[in-house]
């Protein structure tokens, strides 16, 4: 397995990526292919946007979708998407690909990593298992308007 950064030209790779792992059990997330590619441009065409691959060979089996953000500790590193292929769930795919993305992060700078998730979904406890801390004092608000 290999990591390698994601760009634009990966568009169609990561999204063929994220309707595999997110329109399944526990997400159930229904994309159309116009929001996906406005949303994956989003995440990866930004100038702040970082974005990592694991790759099997010359297929992409797992994404970190992020960006960099700057703040008074030192650098973040966002990540808004992390997923790994189905089939590569359970067997360390997604632990290796954590640690590789932490250290290649640290030689770039970055002091934290953060990231949002559902309590009641596996990734929670992936990320625990993880070295991740929930943070006790931050809360997440929603209001919708339409």
Known sequence: ???????LEQTEEIKRLTVEIFSKEPW????????LHAYVLELIGNRNSLSFGLYQGSALIGMALGR???????TEYWIDEFGIASEMQC????????TELEYLLKGRGVKHIVLLTERSVPAYRFYLKNGFSEQQKTVFFVKAIG
């Not at 397995?1 to 760009?7: D, K, N, P, T, V």
């Not at 960099?68 to 030192?74: L, P």
């Open 28 to 35: 159930n997330d229904m994309w159309t292919d116009t929001q």
């Open 68 to 74: 960099i953000r700057s703040w008074y500790e030192g």
């Open 91 to 98: 067997r360390g795919a997604g632990t290796k690909f954590l």
């Open 1 to 7: 397995m290999e990591i390698r950064e994601l760009g």
